[in-house]
């Protein structure tokens, strides 16, 4: 009988340790998240370009309150935010006018940028609008790029990043891949909508290099965006909007807060 009490008072008092430590833990992530400074930077699928709600303060960068910078940032009440993340930025934007709030005081930096280098925008164009054999040849002209001289430029960025804002923890997000394959799908035909998958799959493999070397975290959206892509039933991407071509192939707000967000949260 004493045996069993002394068990029981053990165990009680593991719990109590465990949950006061638990607690502790969590405060002090609180504690972190609260200050935090933190700076958005890059392209559309940063500024949230397709979920709408957008800061009239953004001008034509549209930046969403929707988009998962605005989301993380509402969710830990962080020190500062400075949203400069841009529709259409390149990474020679990114080095231009997106670079001014990053400080020694920095804490956090989200960038999605690499795809309008790559001709984003006029690879879809071309593919949607010509043969087969031309988009994959603007594809295959795309992939060059990435190879030889995304890389660089992806560098210059980094470094730059590094150099401001030296104690920061910074997130590399990517691109997810466009279709599900294998279905019944109008529109593009199958093998260019494989090409396009494979064109994302050579992006995200040279975003996911490039910040491994500059000792960055990457966020693979590829994961969290699968059985949300273009034909699935269920897209968390926009197909052709002819009513606002912008918004074409980029995130919905579904995206931004089931696709980006869980990985901003996982890694920062």
């Known amino acids: 009988m004493r045996r069993s009490r002394i068990a029981a008072y053990v165990t009680s008092l593991l719990l109590a340790v465990g949950l006061t430590l638990t607690g502790a833990a969590t405060a002090q ?13 890059g392209d559309s699928y940063s500024s949230g370009v397709g979920s709408g709600s957008y800061l009239s303060s953004g001008g034509d960068c549209k930046r969403s309150t929707k988009s998962y910078p605005y989301l993380w940032q ?4 962080v020190s500062s935010f400075s949203f400069l993340a841009c529709s259409g930025a390149t990474t020679s934007d990114v080095m231009s006018g997106q670079l001014s709030t990053l400080t020694s005081a920095t804490d956090l930096v989200s960038i999605s940028v690499g795809g309008n280098d790559a001709g984003f925008a006029d690879v879809m164009t071309t593919c949607v609008l010509q043969s087969d054999a031309t988009c994959l040849a603007r594809i295959d002209t795309a992939r060059a790029f990435v190879d030889s001289t995304l890389p660089g430029r992806l560098d210059t960025v980094y470094s730059a990043i590094r ?5 920061a923890r910074v997130v590399v997000l990517g691109y997810p891949r466009f279709y599900r394959l294998g279905t019944t799908c109008l529109g593009l035909s199958a ?8 064109a994302a799959d050579r992006l995200d493999a040279a975003l996911a290099k490039r910040a491994a070397d500059h000792g960055f975290a990457f966020g693979d959206v590829r994961t969290t965006f699968t059985g949300h892509e273009l034909c699935s039933g269920s897209a968390w991407l926009h197909s052709l909007e002819l009513l606002d071509i912008g918004e074409s192939y980029h995130p919905t707000a579904a995206g931004q807060s089931g696709g980006y967000l869980p990985l901003l949260n996982s890694l920062a």
């Open 163 to 167: 150099a401001k804002a030296p104690a």
């Open 74 to 77: 509402a969710a830990h009440s």
């Open 29 to 41: 992530a609180s504690s972190v998240a609260a200050g935090t400074d933190y700076v958005a930077l």
């Open 191 to 198: 093998t260019k909508r494989a090409a396009i998958n494979d």
